[in-house]
């Protein structure tokens, strides 16, 4: 499999395969193709597909398996932001924040990630369950706005503001802490809570989380009468 990402601010990746090659995406993300592609929508087991659910993505998935060389398909982001590819082996898996998922190779397994910490569940903005991305194959998740990375040593730490953090190795732990002082909590505006990931590991920050780009444009919006 060949790729090339291209296109801003709505990034598109397009994938070129050889007879035999497939690609695993969700419902809805395909936006073109050329013939000599066959579709197959699958579901695996209820403990998947319902894990699947769960981590923001659909019950089923779509499965595009190439019957010649030289087929191509483009999977589209649904949202403005950047494509990032991830090359995954079985010694190393991916941490990705919820509905981060768009399209990989055969070898990938998508399912879910617990939060160990009820703390970091509740208050830090990434949600109890993220997706996890294990397996041998390449990957292609989607980032609002922006990436930033930084690869955290050993104990090192980075706090974040909630719904930056994209995704990180599944080496990096995550917790929240409360922000001090109380002329801080009322008017610093920046929340309760920070999220605080812990190294070793690699991290991904986003520069404009979905929901921050929704709640700016609210005052925008047209009331209703």
Do not use: H
């Not at 579901?43 to 190439?66: D, H, I, P």
């Not at 070793?200 to 520069?207: D, F, K, L, S």
């Amino acid at each position: 499999m060949q790729y090339e990402i291209k296109g801003t601010p709505f990034p598109v990746i397009i994938c070129t395969l050889n007879s035999g090659e497939s690609m695993i995406t969700e419902r809805g993300s395909m936006t073109w193709m050329t013939p000599g592609l066959e579709m197959k929508t699958v579901g695996g087991s209820v403990g998947k597909a319902l894990g699947r659910m769960f981590s923001g993505e659909s019950l089923f998935q779509n499965v595009y398996t190439a019957q010649r060389d030289g087929a191509l398909i483009a999977f589209g982001s649904s949202f403005p932001g950047k494509i990032l590819p991830l090359e995954i082996t079985p010694g190393s898996s991916f941490i990705v924040q919820k509905s981060g998922f768009l399209a990989s190779t055969s070898g990938v397994e998508l399912s879910i990630a617990y939060k160990k910490k009820l703390g970091a569940s509740v208050f830090g903005g990434e949600g109890f369950i993220m997706q996890k991305l294990s397996g041998q194959g390449t990957a292609f998740v989607e980032i609002d706005g922006d990436a930033v990375q930084y690869d955290l040593q050993p104990g090192e730490v980075m706090y974040l503001d909630t719904g930056y953090l994209a995704m990180m190795d599944s080496t990096v732990t995550m917790d929240i802490e409360m922000v001090k002082g109380a002329k801080n909590i009322l008017f610093g505006g920046e929340g309760l809570f920070n999220t605080k990931v812990t190294g070793p590991g690699r991290i991904w920050i986003q520069t404009m989380p979905i929901s921050n780009l929704a709640t700016s444009l609210i005052p925008y919006l047209p009331a209703r009468s």
